[in-house]
């Protein structure tokens, strides 16, 4: 497939995900408040993925979606219902030829002003989705970067909001987004790993200190506009995303636990579970808790519904041993459940958040295996079809995702603009339409997808070298939408446009592409192992990484590798490695075994570096021959394991010939130009690096005294073997000034 895996003008699917958030999100913050309370939030929400400020406008065009009309936003301040093709896209743009005007069109607003501690637009604070809203361009000027503060003259355009030199008050309907908002950026980001420390204060004129106001008018603000539909359900959308929640829209209660007055209940609901975690329309779901209290005797109910606010059917729950459970009965395929614990000592009470969970619409169709799907060829052959499938989720770029069954090639696939956002490791089915997007293999449009269950250890990595990816090669094909990994591959470029970088690891060079998550710089001639999935689109082929785990410093695990195996002469016989050698097996005769009765005299280091050796034998003619290899190590004590090389002798047995029968000079040879000059014709003469890489090669007939060229040839040192008419053989060192 042919695709960037970039958001930036893709389609963007209506989604209204009216869920709570998942059971046991906020496992850990019972029984606490103030400042105990933040830091388990933060602990939460942090580290969510990260995408780019340009990746925002795709986000907000599905969190901020207008629910009565699909093709249009909400804008936060003056509430106006606005398509979302009219943005805001430069002063280039020719807004009057696309039916809109600059000045209406619509942009992104800080709600945390980005000049209240100076993050910009960069990830993960001036980026974070949750913080930013769609708005009117003209009357995100007028905002600014003031504080949140009741009081001031109406705006001219958004009418419902005021303003004063340095404040600005929302629209009634919006005052308690806002304060969420504030909250949340004040819990998020407290100053570890180079983001900032936010808090919010009760004072306005904040700028430039990373602080936003006025906290009494947000406490107030929180308790007058409660979340409603339209915001839980942003919050759901900007969760499958960054994988992170606005904890002050689930549980707006702990806003007055943080900087209100309120103190936690004494009883204790914690480690909420549900069993099993996918259900079925068969399945009873059992909920558990563990559920304490300082005094009295618990008696605790699980309250459930189909609907958020109505969850007022009734279970009691049974206790052993302080785990409390019960059993919300079968559902019917494809119902949302929304439950909450409630809880007793006959004194105080205490509730849990409402979590969700849906049921599986189970799978009743024919399965065809991606490997089929793919078609083991180019393109696949149900092409235009609509085909159903499974497999482990590898990676997740928004809703575009790739789906593996198996290890190895032709057995993953691109998932594109889903409208589900899946965690690595989910094993999953859908129903799309197969396609070839300029070249790519892909599933979209889907019309069935179910979890069947989470956190799958995902398929082994296939191993591959950079020249199987490297753009142009066939073999490339067979790996798209696979995992794969590369092994002591330097890089060979910087970071440059649409985050791409190259590596080698010698045997040719691939691109490896950053993700819109995050950003990594890689270093020139660094080595690294790098694993992410094999992918084609721009026409190149290239290896998307998912985070920063998939690129680490290279540690040698590998075995050396024979580069070459050259005949000197009839008694002698170089081997090159890719690789420098412990001495000691180097030379053990014992690791070395001949075919076809060739006996071993000596081993020696040859060259510059442990990388080569010369083998002196006895009983070798004309013809072909093998060698077998084992327990050679490279310096990392990784040990050769019965590595077989086959090669080829020209060799009678004669001893090379003498120096004073053959000289080459100049060398080291100075302007590319040298002459050699033999007693005896010349048949053959070939020239290598210290790589064993055939350099220059050329036969001759008759001829005693030649010239040779090497244009284009690095400085450096070359080895040069000349082959006579009379089968005898010399090699001598050669070095290019």
């Known amino acids: 497939m042919k695709k960037t895996i970039l958001f930036l003008g893709l389609l963007i699917v209506s989604i209204q995900l009216l869920i709570a958030q998942p059971t046991g999100y906020y496992n850990g913050c019972e029984g606490k408040d103030g400042d105990a309370l933040k830091a388990a939030l933060h602990n939460i929400i942090k580290g969510h993925v990260e995408f780019s400020y340009t990746d925002v406008w795709n986000i907000l065009q599905q969190s901020d979606e207008d629910p009565s009309n699909p093709d249009n936003i909400i804008l936060i301040y003056t509430g106006r219902s606005q398509d979302k093709y009219f943005r805001d896209r430069g002063s280039s743009f020719d807004y009057e030829e696309a039916g809109y005007t600059l000045s209406d069109a619509w942009n992104r607003e800080h709600v945390w002003a980005k000049s209240h501690g100076d993050f910009g637009t960069e990830p993960p604070a001036g980026s974070d989705a949750h913080n930013l809203k769609p708005v009117d361009r003209t009357v995100n000027t007028s905002r600014y970067n003031k504080d949140f503060a009741e009081g001031g003259t109406p705006d001219d355009e958004a009418t419902e909001c005021n303003s004063t030199s340095n404040s600005w008050e929302p629209r009634d309907a919006v005052k308690g987004d806002v304060a969420r908002i504030i909250f949340y950026m004040s819990t998020r980001y407290e100053g570890e790993n180079g983001e900032p420390d936010l808090e919010a204060v009760d004072k306005v004129d904040t700028y430039p200190l990373p602080e936003h106001g006025k906290l009494s ?3 107030k603000w929180n308790e007058q506009d409660p979340p409603d539909d339209f915001e839980r359900n942003r919050n759901n959308v900007i969760y499958t995303w960054q994988k992170n929640r606005n904890p002050f829209i689930d549980h707006p209660e702990f806003v007055n636990l943080i900087w209100g007055t309120d103190t936690s209940s004494n009883i204790l609901i914690s480690n909420i579970e549900i069993s099993p975690l996918n259900p079925s329309p068969e399945d009873s779901i059992q909920v558990s808790a563990g559920i304490s209290s300082d005094s009295g005797t618990i008696s605790a109910s699980i309250g459930w ?26 559902q019917s395929e494809g119902t949302t459940v929304y439950y ?14 409402t979590y969700s969970f849906k049921v599986a619409v189970p799978f009743a169709g024919t399965l065809t295996p991606i490997r089929d799907i793919q078609g083991q060829q180019s393109a696949s052959p149900f092409d235009g079809q609509v085909k159903s499938t499974s497999g482990i989720v590898t990676g997740v770029f928004g809703t575009n995702f790739y789906l593996q069954s198996g290890t190895g090639a032709w057995n993953g696939i691109y998932v594109y603009n889903s409208g589900y956002s899946p965690s690595l490791g989910d094993s999953i089915i859908i129903t799309a339409e197969v396609s070839e997007y300029y070249d790519l293999t892909e599933m979209s449009k889907l019309t069935y997808y179910s979890v069947i269950s989470s956190n799958n250890p995902l398929p082994q990595a296939t191993v591959v070298t950079t020249k199987t990816l490297a753009t142009g090669n066939a073999d490339a094909e067979q790996y798209e939408g696979v995992l794969v990994k590369v092994h002591e591959a330097s890089c060979t470029s910087e970071l440059g446009a649409f985050g791409l970088w190259k590596v080698n690891d010698g045997s040719g060079e691939c691109y490896i592409h950053n993700p819109t998550t995050f950003s990594f710089s890689p270093t020139l001639a660094k080595v690294y192992d790098i694993t992410g999935i094999a992918t084609y689109n721009y026409s190149e082929s290239k290896i998307d990484i998912r985070t920063i785990d998939d690129v680490v410093e290279s540690q040698d695990i590998l075995a050396p590798s024979v580069n070459q195996a050259l005949v000197v002469n009839g008694n002698t016989i170089r081997i090159d490695f890719n690789e420098e050698l412990n001495a000691t097996t180097a030379i053990d005769t014992l690791n070395y075994v001949f075919s076809n009765d060739i006996k071993i005299t000596s081993i020696n280091i040859y060259g510059f570096t442990n990388s080569s050796v010369l083998i002196k034998v006895t009983g070798m003619t004309v013809g072909d021959y093998n060698l077998v290899i084992n327990g050679v190590e490279d310096l990392a004590g990784n040990a050769m394991d019965n590595v077989s090389v086959d090669f080829h002798s020209d060799c009678t047995g004669i001893k090379p010939i003498s120096s004073d029968m053959l000289k080459i000079f100049p060398n080291p040879v100075n302007n590319n130009i040298f002459n050699i000059s033999s007693v005896n014709n ?31 040839i690095n400085k450096g040192l070359y080895f040069t073997k000349i082959y006579t008419q009379n089968h005898e053989v010399v090699i001598s060192k050669l070095v290019i000034n």
């Open 305 to 330: 519904g189909v609907s958020y606010d109505q969850v007022s059917s009734t279970i009691d729950m049974t206790e052993n041993e302080s785990v409390f459970s019960a059993k919300i009965p079968p």
């Open 340 to 353: 909450k614990i409630n809880a007793s000592n006959g004194v105080d009470s205490a509730s849990s958040v």
């Open 682 to 712: 010349i048949k053959k003469v070939e020239i290598t690096n210290i790589a064993g890489q055939v350099v220059f090669s050329n036969q001759y007939f008759n001829e005693k005294n030649i010239v040779i060229n090497l244009n284009n």
């Open 217 to 219: 008018d947000l406490l």
